[in-house]
Each structure stands twice: as C-alpha cells, then as structure tokens.
C-alpha cells in the first residue's frame, strides 16, 4: 500500500499528472486489450476455428450408417415384400464393411433376391483395390486435406496477428508523436501569451504604438490556430488507436497517461540475426509449406487416376431356414484417354512450381526489406544526434532574439520567425524518434514477431 501510494506521487511529479493518480501506458499494456473479445483480433484469428471445424465435418464421412429399406407389391400377376436393415462402417483404408438383415417373399424383380420365411443375415466387405494399395481414398483426401488446411490456417491466423500488431503498435506511436506536438504547440502560444502582456505594458507606458497590440494578438490567434489543428490530429489518432484496443475514451483518459516519446528505449539490431530469426519464425514462410503439403496429397490422390476404379466385394449369408451363402463381385471403371489423370498432373506441378518460386519472391523481399530498414535505421540514428545540436542552436538563437526584441533592436515578427523555426526544429527532432520506432516495429514484423494470445 505504501508502496503503490510513493509510486503514485512520483508520477505525479514527474509527468505532472491531475488529481488522480493515472496509470503510464506503455506498450506491454496493449497486449491486455488484445484478446479474442476484441472485433479485430477475433476476426484475424477466427478463419482457424472454422477450418478446424471442418475437420469434425469431414471425419463424419467415416461414421457408421444405417440403411432401413421396405417395399412391397401387390401387381396383377406378381406379389413381393421386401425388407432390410443394415449397418455399414467405411475405414480409413477405404474398405467398407456391412453387416444386416433381410427378408424378402414373393417375386422380386429389380432385386433379384429370395430368402426364407425366417430371412437372413448378411456380413460382407467392399474393397477398393488401388486405393488400399495406394493408401489414399475419397473420404481419406477429404480428411487429410482438412487439416492440412486446418494448420495452414493457424499460421495465416498468426501472420494476420504479426500485421495487426504492426498496425496497431505503430498508431501508438502516432498517438504519442502527437500528444507530443500538442505541448509544443501549446509552448509557442504561451510565449505568444506572455509576450502580449509584455506589449501591452510597454504600449500603456508609451514606450510601443498600439499597432504592436494588434500584431501581438494576431500572432497569438495564429498559435491559437496551430494548436487547434494539432490537437484535432491528436484526437484522431486517439481514436484510432483506441478503436484498436477496444476501450472507451473516457475510461481510457481516466485511467492512463501517456509516456514522452523519447522515453521510449532503441533497440539495437544487426541484419544477420534478424534474418535468421525472420527465416524460423514468419508464418506466413509455415503456411507456404502447408500450402506444399496440400499440393503432394493431391499428387497422391491423382495417381488413383491412373488405375481402373477396382472395387471387388464379399458377401457371406445365413439363411436361418436354408443355411449359408456366398456372394462375390467385381466393379471396373476405366477412362481410356486419362485426361483427367494427365491434366491434374500438369496442374499440380505447375502449382508447386509456382509456390516455390513464391516462396523465393517472400524471401527475397524480405532480405531487401531488412537491410533497406535497417540501413534507415541508421541514418535516423546520425540524424537525431545532428539534431540535438541544431534544438542548441535554434534555442540559442531564439533567446537571442527575444532580447534583442526587449531592448527595441528587433521586431515581432524576428522574434516569430525564430520561436517558429525552433518549434519545426523540435518537430523534426519528434519525427525522428517516431521513424525510429515505427522502423523497429516494421523491422519485428519483417522478422516475425507479433503479441502470441
């Protein structure tokens, strides 16, 4: 307790906070408001539940089944009844077996069956030969096809995290860069406001003309000016960046100040480490790879295309009153031409030719995006120490020339021009650490890093 209540009264005193002592916002609080809950983050994860959903869907067509059938007839000169009940279970292999019961009298003309009075029971099996000896089958490239796309998609899901992050971190450095700004506009309007009282003064005493009153309080609607445009700026970056997080901007000004920019710390990073990292972590670089995956199953698949469909099945009965049976078949499908086969073929390698060409394209654009980053990185770093110089000098400069205008050798609109060039100065200065941390996010995108929920 006494610890929080210390901590609280040196926000206070260092960042100046209100009555209530507010929370810094930093950007580890962003990830507390990036949950499932959140509209954005569910829609760039969500695609993933509904592929894995598909799975379910697709392991139904191995589910047992029931056939329930009944027909009768009462014809002029034929009579039948006929009745069957069976359960069939298809596996993984593509064998199906059946196991029933039915019982048929009279004449049966379409089915060509006769049992007992009593019926019979019935246990056979459906082979599809190429297809147990190739392992692959209908309902097996539908399975593994599902989830093949059901791990793709946890890697397009972390790849849509990996780009929202960007943005969303990026807007807060926006965020920052103009609450920032709004200061220092805020600072030239109180020079303007102090040195009006200065004016007037000097105008009451007769040691200035009026006109000067009317120079010093145009000057001071155009800061006015200035500082209504930025904060105007600075509110729509607010919200933009609060339309991220998902939260309120009442709660959000009640409970959190926001940090300088300049406190925020540079990160040190070298070309070749962020490389290798960029290599094992995109997911976008996985989700390729299940892209390859679902191309060799559909390689797999085709070659049942080059066999006859060969379907030979067993049906063993006992007929309760006239003992047991035996039944064998066969089934044969052969397209002469094979076009299907041979152009399925064709496609699937100018597919996997294609996606490994693209994958190359990704790794390529990534290397160059790095370096060019990095390399920014680097001029922005010289720049920001250039610049702490000229903030001296144009500070130096400006306090010059306020004397100056005190003692009567300069003029009002001297004085403007410098407090105006030292403000773009400090602006320019405030955009170079924004770059600087807009590029070290762009360079953890590049890399692949992002907020894991």
């Given amino acids: 307790m006494k610890k929080t209540f210390l901590s609280c009264w040196i926000y206070i005193f260092i960042f100046s906070h209100d009555a209530s002592c507010k929370e810094i916002f930093t950007v580890d609080h962003i990830q507390g408001y990036l949950t499932e809950?959140?509209?954005h983050i569910y829609t760039a994860v969500g695609q993933q539940y509904i592929d894995a959903a598909r799975i379910q869907t697709a392991e139904g067509g191995f589910d047992t089944r029931v056939h329930a059938e009944y027909d009768k007839k009462e014809y002029p000169i034929s009579t039948g009844e006929f009745s069957d009940v069976s359960f069939s279970k298809p596996t993984e292999n593509g064998t199906e077996f059946i196991l029933g019961y039915r019982n048929a009298e009279g004449l049966q003309e379409y089915n060509n069956i006769k049992t007992g009075s009593e019926g019979e029971f019935r246990a056979g099996v459906k082979v599809p030969v190429f297809s147990l000896f190739n392992e692959i089958n209908a309902r097996k490239y539908n399975l593994d096809s599902k989830k093949i796309n059901a791990a793709k998609s946890t890697f397009d899901a972390k790849n849509n995290l990996r780009i929202l992050h960007t943005h969303i971190v990026i807007s807060y450095y926006k965020l920052l860069y103009?609450?920032?700004l709004v200061k220092l506009e805020k600072q030239l309007l109180n020079k303007a406001t102090k040195r009006n009282h200065?004016?007037?003064?000097?105008v009451n005493t007769g040691d200035l003309p009026e006109v000067a009153i009317l120079d010093s309080k145009q000057q001071m609607i155009s800061r006015k000016q200035r500082v209504l445009t930025t904060q105007n700026h600075y509110r729509q970056t607010l919200l933009i960046f609060l339309k991220y997080i998902n939260i309120p901007q009442n709660e959000f000004q009640l409970?959190?100040?926001l940090p300088s920019l300049k406190m925020l710390k540079k990160e040190k990073i070298t070309l070749a480490n962020v490389i290798t990292k960029a290599l094992d972590n995109r997911p976008d670089l996985r989700a390729l790879e299940y892209r390859e995956s679902k191309l060799n199953l559909d390689t797999a698949y085709n070659t049942l295309s080059k066999y006859p469909t060969l379907n030979v099945f067993a049906y063993g009965v006992y007929d309760i009153e006239e003992g047991d049976g035996i039944k064998?078949?066969?089934?044969f499908d052969f397209p002469l031409e094979r076009r299907e086969y041979e152009g399925k073929k064709i496609e699937i390698q100018k597919s996997i030719s294609q996606l490994e060409e693209e994958k190359n394209r990704l790794i390529l654009e990534l290397k160059t995006n790095l370096s060019n980053l990095i390399y920014s990185l680097d001029v922005i770093d010289k720049n920001i120490d250039l610049g702490h110089e000229e903030i001296n000098i144009v500070e130096s400069l400006e306090e010059v020339e306020n004397k100056k205008y005190e003692v009567g050798s300069s003029d009002l609109f001297q004085v403007?021009?410098?407090?105006?060039g030292a403000l773009e100065v400090k602006k320019k200065q405030l955009e170079y650490y924004l770059n600087t941390l807009i590029i070290q996010q762009e360079i953890k995108r590049e890399a692949g890093e992002f907020l894991i929920l």
Avoid at 328 to 331: C, P, S, T
Avoid at 416 to 420: D, L, T, Y
């Fill in 37 to 39: 809950k959140n509209p």
């Fill in 178 to 180: 103009f609450h920032e």
């Fill in 198 to 202: 200065f004016i007037t003064q000097r």
């Fill in 255 to 257: 409970r959190y100040e």
């Fill in 328 to 331: 064998v078949g066969l089934q």
């Fill in 416 to 420: 403007n021009q410098r407090e105006i």
